[in-house]
C-alpha cells in the first residue's frame, strides 16, 4: 500500500512515542530540526547544533504544555547516530554532520503543528491530571470533596502501573505517618515485570505491584524474588508485605504460610476511605504528584 509523505512522517511519529518510556525525546527532536528548517531553511546539522534544537524544542514544549512532565530527557550524540535514522528522520553525510530528510522537511509546516498537539495528547493519555496536582489549589478543591477524591484513586490506580505504584505509596505513607513511620521509596525492584520496594523506619518493608496474583506459580515467583530483594531475616520475621491488585484467598493464605502479608487493591481503596481530614488527603495527593515528578521531571529547565 502506497503512503503519503505526510502519513510516511506520522506513522513514524507515532512509533517513536509508542517507545516512549519516561521522556518523550525523539518526537521532540524532530520537532525541534522542521522547526529550524521551516524557519532557516537549514537541513544539514551537527550533533551540537541538533543538540540545541532540541533544548529549544524542549522549551517551546513546556510552554504549550504548561508543565515539564515526561518531556526534557538527557540528550546523547547516538541520537542522531543511531536513532533518528531508523524513522527516517535525518542520514549522516560526515562525522557528528547529519541531514534532515524529506518527507519531514517538505511538510515541516504541517509537523510544526501536528507534533505538539500529539505530544499533548500522548502525555495526557498517559498522565491525566497529574500535572495539575502540582497547583495547590487543584489539590485542595479535589481534597475537599471526599467523594471527588476517592474516585480520582479510583480511576488513577487502574491506569497503568506506575500510577497504581505510586497512588498505593502515597496512601500508605500518610496513613503510617499516623503511627510516627517513616517510609521511602527509593527502588525499583530487580523483577522484569516492574515494581518498586519500599522501607520503614520500623524495619518492615513493601512490595508494590499491579499484579493479579491466581496461581501457587506466580505466588512462588513472587516469593523467589522477594527472596532475591530483601534479606532472609526480613522474610522469616514477616517483615515484608506485597501491596497488589488482587490476589485469590488461597493464594493469600498460601502467602501468609510463607510469612509474607498481602494487600490488594480493595484494601488500599478501603484505607483510602478512611481519610477524614481535608489536610490528609491533600497530602496524598502532593505526594503522589511529587513522586511523578520524580520519574517524569525535565532534565532540561
Not at 78 to 85: D, E, F, K
Not at 111 to 135: A, M, V
Not at 175 to 194: M, P, Q, V
Request: aromatic share 12%; proline share 3%.
Amino acid at each position: 500500500m502506497i503512503i503519503s509523505d505526510m502519513e510516511f512522517c506520522i506513522n513514524n511519529i507515532e512509533r517513536m512515542l509508542k517507545f516512549s518510556q519516561t521522556k518523550v525525546i525523539f518526537p521532540i527532536i524532530t520537532l525541534g530540526l522542521v522547526q529550524a528548517y521551516y524557519e532557516t531553511k537549514q537541513y544539514q546539522f551537527s550533533d551540537k547544533e541538533i543538540r540545541i534544537c532540541y533544548v529549544k524544542a524542549v522549551k517551546y514544549m513546556q510552554a504549550y504544555l504548561q508543565h515539564n512532565l515526561h518531556i526534557g530527557g538527557k540528550y546523547y550524540d547516538a541520537y542522531p547516530s543511531r536513532n533518528l535514522p531508523k524513522y527516517g528522520v535525518v542520514k549522516a553525510i560526515d562525522n557528528k554532520c547529519y541531514e534532515l530528510l524529506p518527507p519531514y522537511s517538505t511538510n515541516a509546516e504541517m509537523l510544526i503543528s501536528w507534533i505538539p498537539e500529539r505530544i499533548n495528547q500522548y502525555i495526557t493519555d498517559k498522565l491525566g491530571l497529574i500535572p495539575q496536582l502540582l497547583n495547590y489549589e487543584y489539590r485542595h478543591e479535589l481534597a475537599v470533596n471526599q467523594i471527588d477524591f476517592l474516585n480520582l484513586i479510583k480511576v488513577q490506580i487502574e491506569i497503568n502501573p506506575t500510577n497504581f505504584e505510586i497512588f498505593s505509596f502515597a496512601i500508605i505513607k500518610v496513613h503510617l505517618e499516623k503511627f510516627a513511620c517513616k517510609i521511602y521509596r527509593d527502588t525499583r525492584t530487580s523483577a522484569n515485570d516492574g515494581g518498586i520496594d519500599i522501607s520503614t523506619n520500623f524495619g518492615v518493608v513493601y512490595q508494590i505491584k499491579k499484579l493479579k496474583v491466581y496461581s501457587y506459580d506466580t505466588a512462588d515467583n513472587i516469593y523467589e524474588e522477594l527472596k532475591m530483594n530483601f534479606n532472609k531475616e526480613r522474610l522469616s520475621d514477616g517483615n515484608v508485605i506485597l501491596i497488589i491488585d488482587d490476589i485469590s484467598k488461597e493464594i493469600k493464605n498460601y502467602l501468609i504460610n510463607m510469612k509474607v502479608q498481602s494487600i490488594n487493591k480493595n484494601e488500599i481503596l478501603k484505607l483510602a476511605e478512611q481519610f477524614e481530614d481535608v489536610e490528609d488527603r491533600e497530602k496524598i495527593l502532593r505526594i503522589a504528584y511529587e513522586e511523578f515528578e520524580r520519574e517524569y521531571l525535565s532534565n532540561i529547565k
